[in-house]
């Protein structure tokens, strides 16, 4: 090693991935002073006054001599405070004022860590993606703030040394005082631990509702509900993650590095055993949902990657905002480009989308009249565009009778129950689909829907007679294939039989009562 | 036919602003419609005998411009308006005695469906379900027996009333509250074109470019109720415009039938007040037909009225559960769910064979309704 310059690793971010970053620190005589090069934005720039002072507060010395700290490879942006913890030990090695115990190979050891003016550590975001990064370097040895510890302690086969403070991480490096490595975590412990969120059980009448929802989560359908206010939309809504199959580890990890770069992870927590829960309100900008930012950040639907989007009001939402679902409904992935950044994110969820049938939310009810014209209810339906409809297998209404009417309401089934059988439905697809790309039966073609949907001629027959009858269009056509495929898998067919298919139908019933010209 | 001259004369002197009761002065004072427009633009003769406000004054002014007026001339030929006014003996011998006759009216389609017993028919635009298809079946059974339907083209009840006349094939009649050449409403367009292709009519007292303003509707109203022999009112909340349409009908001492409704629901309010006050309480359009005293001198009365439909055979067991059950009226899912003890899937796939054979029928609000066979 060349005297006065150390080396020390890091890691920078560009979308979820992370690339390795090289901390170089060159130490010379002239007048003292910092520089740091290498397209630092101005939170690492920041950093020289932040080191100054948590290295001061940690009882060393800042050497009275010229640095330069180049942050390599130089051409990519760097951005976000992480950089403080590396460029603080870089400064310390290359002056000598760092004497790492014998044995010690410090240029294997990956750092990350934001500090505070009295040399606290400070989490950071984006943890999860540095660590597995640094895994498929073939880096084994971390140091982080403590908080960032829970989060990427499922990762297999990595040393992970959760620090306080700076002078924790010295007095390890120095051999003075070890810190105790993270305690591996094993995922299926970890989803022992799942908070039950909403119930089913807490949901009254809505048989048909309930019926619907299953059958989206049974077959990772997305669902469109229309009824009156307050008449439990958001509710049933709510349960859906409940009811889904649990996040698989591979799952687990992508979602989680999504949330941990967007910064929304809460400090000290671990991954994420819950699937994700998004709601954004209505006023949402196509940024917010898709992503975008200079840095190119995470949207709403990427946030929801493996969990459930759910758009209340949905024709109040800006045209040009459900309008950019499209691509990631049909892709399961977006690219969000800026001009400082490129990123794609993982944006594969199920869309359940809620809406009034009219804009006072009272046409057809029993309860109230509604005050609306058929224009005006025409304009506020049109609002949502053919071709996202198109993208929406399931669409219900809610029934508009409140329980409190009807005097027996048999108890409802619980989450768990329904989850069950969703477990099992989504088994027999598993199994199907192996060796193609389809993962549910929503993801299903017009293509594949010929091979993996066999009917009878009775069957068929029914299909037709209820598309002509019923005024559906040719496009709720393979929409009912898809959903009868999930309703026959429910109960264990092979085939899709009749009752599957005049189930079916009834999930089209906006078609028939709302979007018929 | 080209409009004539004549008749764009006339259409000029409907667009000032003029009262009825303006009109027929002036046109007692001058019958000739060209004097009329040279007296107005030198403000003497008939102009200055009756007393007119100088706002209407300066609008009939610059309304006889010639280009406003070859405007005029060209909407009328585009859409086929012309010109009846009280003078001819083709104005409407019904209108002739109110004393706010229109004095002259536009009108599109054939003056001859007047001729024959007529009965108007009004309701509400926002009407329930089960309003409409009375309507429908009422208006068509009326038809049927020749007896002509006047509405208004509104959304709701209008519209039920015309395609029920227009079902039963006896001419229909429209009134509307704005220049003929509007596309208003718009969602009738298509029910408006097959009224004049049936050999119906549409008949206005607003000149050509008037747009379809809230006032006009009201006092349109009284040119409704005065076509018809009588007035039946299906669906009417209490503060409305088929109220203001029963008041001209009792102004003109028309008989007024009233429909009853759903005594719970705010939008048959007007109609259970109208009963209380003594209007004539009807169900059937035979019930209107016997009161008027139709019976003997019209065409045969529809003998198709279905009755009750057989049970069919062909139904499993759980479809006639599900028949039996709606045969109590209108029931949402949950309903259905708990009184017969299907699961959600079953109820589903039940309801579906049962729309798909066409004996049930979803409503919005996820209701579901057994289809009466006169709805075919």
Redesign the interface.
Known sequence: MIENMAAIRTFGLSGVAGFPVQVEVFSTGGLPGLEVIGLPDASVRESRERVNAAILNSGRKMPPRRMTINLAPADTRKEGPSFDLPIAIGILAANGELLPRTGLNIDRIVFFGELGLDGRLQPVNGALSIVISASEQGLTEVILPADNAREVSCIQGMKIYPARSLTEVIDHLEGKAMISPQEQQDYADLQLQTPVLMDLSQVR????A??ALEVAAAGGHNMLMI??PGSGKTMMARCLPGILPPLSFAESLETTRIHSIAGQLAPGSGLMIQRPFRAPHHSASVASLIGGGTNARPGEVSLAHNGVLFLDELPEFSRSALESLRQPLEDGVVTVSRIRNQARYQSSFMLIAGMN?CPCGY????QR???????EI?RYLDQVSGPLLDRIDLQI?????P?TE?S???AAESSASVAKRVRAARKIQQERYRGTSIHCNARLDNASIDEFCPMSTETKA?LH??VD??HLSMRAYHRIIKVART?ADMSGNRNIGP?????A???R?LD???WRK | MICNDEEVLWAWLASGGLTPLEIRSLMAMDPDPAHLITDCQQDRGAFMEVPLSSRIRETLKRNAAPRKMADTAMLMAQHGIHIVTIMDEKYPERLRPLPDAPAILFIQGNMDSLAGPTAAMVGSRNASYAGLTATRRISETLSRAGIRIISGLAYGIDAAAHEGCLKGESPTISVLGCGLDQDYPAENAGLRKRILDSGGLIISEYAPGEKPLGWHFPFRNRIISGLGDCLIVMEARTRSGSMTTVQHALNQGKDVFVYPGDPTSPRSEGNHQLIREGAIYFTTAEDVMEDMQWLDKTRNVGQNIPGNQEEDPSLSQGEKQLMDQLNRGEQSFDQLCIALGFSAAQLNATLSMLQIRGLVQALPGKIYQKISPADF
Do not use: L, N
């Open positions: 009448g809505q048989q048909g309930r019926r009824g009156a049938p046409f057809g009810s029993r009249d509604c005050r609306c014209s058929p224009t025409r209404e809610v029934d508009s009778v329980v009807i027996e309401a048999p029914i007679m209820a009858k019923m309703i009752a599957d298919i005049a189930e139908v009834q999930y019933e028939q009562k709302y």
